[in-house]
């Protein structure tokens, strides 16, 4: 059978770079998302649609009639600290796309996504179930793996969980890590060696493609890590300097990087932004590795470096970047009870 695929979510950063891929392979697709494609060329494909909005997306559903799912449609970020009903479309949105997949016959098979972060730093999972999360978002993509295992779908059903992923398309690299480094203001927080699991957005769509093209007994009920071997985060840092600016990356020493992350707490508090952030710090001096072996010995090493994941994304910020606008964040919780 010919693939018909739906993404949820396909206007995000993720989503951008999915939707480009099968479209250059010619596969029929939809893109549901409450925003606009980042990308404008990608308009014919997406339709205005809330997930939450069940009605909505069963009748997408039914005259589209995909046979196979990606769904990436939440909120990502892990700002909020209090209200897990400002992430209700992450794990009760995902419930109710479920059950309209479960009754939607020609799905074949489903990816949910999930994220490296229903376990914290330094926690390696024993098994599938095992999860360990530090923030709100990570626990309702925890919700969202259980909701997944007990919507009782009839189709194959696959959890990836996204490391930290760059490339294409990510505005938050564009506009803090790129933007800064252009203007000479990077530097690294110490030269010690800080191993993380992230992962280039091609090498994750490549894996997408894969866990649909496998054999269902090889993807079915499975969960897996998607993203990159992890590496020393000084190493990929300065392969972006010396191609983003011609010049290795430049150290600071991390007493003064963490007195400049507290400034940058009390400019955050007053809405004020600024690139380095106590959170910020922490995540670029603390070792985080997730398990990517059971990835790589199902699909193979996945086909970017480093170095040319880079020059992608170099090229890609290069060409028109600044003229894309980001998508405003949008409060779902007047919503939740509906």
């Known amino acids: 059978m010919t693939m018909r695929l739906l993404i949820t979510g396909g206007s995000g950063f993720i989503g951008t770079n999915l939707v480009e891929f099968y479209s250059r392979k010619g596969v029929t697709l939809l893109n549901l998302d409450w925003n606009p494609p980042l990308d404008t060329a990608q308009k014919p494909t997406w339709r205005e649609c809330d997930i939450m909005d069940q009605p909505t997306v069963r009748r997408h559903f039914e005259e589209f009639k995909p046979t196979h ?17 400002a992430y209700i479309q992450n ?7 479920l059950q309209v997949v479960k009754t939607t016959p020609t799905i074949e098979r489903i990816i949910v996504t999930s994220t490296q972060f229903v376990c914290e730093a330094g926690y390696q ?25 007990e919507a009782g779908l009839t189709c194959a ?4 969980r996204p490391t930290t992923i760059w490339g294409p398309w990510s505005l938050r690299y564009r506009d803090v890590m790129f933007k800064v480094m252009r203007k000479g203001l990077y530097f690294h927080p110490s030269k010690q060696q800080v ?20 054999p269902r007994e090889n993807v079915n009920d499975r969960v897996f890590y998607v993203g990159d071997r992890p590496f020393d985060l000084k190493t990929w840092a300065d392969a972006i300097s010396r191609e983003l600016v011609h010049h290795p990356v430049r150290f600071i020493p991390t007493w003064l990087i963490r007195t ?3 400034g940058g707490d009390i400019l955050k508090a007053v809405r004020i932004p600024f690139p380095i952030t106590t959170g910020r710090f922490r995540s670029m001096t603390s070792d985080y590795i997730t398990p990517m072996d059971a990835t790589i ?36 919780r007047q919503k939740a009870a509906k």
Do not use: C
């Open 69 to 85: 799912v990606v769904h990436l449609a939440a909120r990502a970020d892990t700002d909020e600290p209090h209200d897990i009903n």
């Open 91 to 97: 794990h009760e949105g995902t419930r109710r796309l």
């Open 125 to 149: 999972p024993k098994h599938d179930l095992d999860f360990k999360p530090f923030t709100l978002y990570g626990e309702t993509k925890r919700l969202t793996e259980m909701a997944t295992r």
């Open 157 to 160: 059903w696959t959890i990836i």
């Open 195 to 214: 191993i993380r699991s992230y992962g280039y957005v091609g090498n994750v769509v490549w894996q997408i493609d894969r866990i649909l093209n496998a």
């Open 260 to 262: 400049v992350a507290f």
């Open 297 to 332: 010995q199902a699909f193979g090493e996945a086909p970017y470096s480093v170095e040319a994941g880079v020059k992608e994304m170099v090229r890609w910020y290069d060409n028109g970047s600044e003229r894309i606008q980001a998508h405003t964040l949008k409060d779902v």
